[in-house]
């Protein structure tokens, strides 16, 4: 089982980006994304599709093995 932010971070460093070149990428700030990384907040449905864009993954990829 996996967080939402742990998904996050492993696809961010497949990728070989940081988190403020992810940051850049969606038009947000770093600090969001280590919160979102940590599981201190979620990213909304807006971010969410940013990221699924970035990615190109799909949602189902990004919230694979999700603790329920």
């Not at 979620?42 to 603790?67: A, C, G, M, R």
């Amino acid at each position: 089982m996996s967080t939402f932010g742990e998904n996050l971070k492993n696809l961010r460093k497949e990728q070989n980006l940081s988190q403020g070149e992810l940051a850049r990428l969606i038009q947000t700030t770093q600090q969001r994304v280590s919160e979102w990384e940590c599981n201190k907040v979620e990213p909304s449905l807006f971010n969410i599709i940013k990221i699924l864009n970035v990615f190109n993954v799909t949602f189902e990829e990004l919230t694979e093995d999700l603790e329920k």
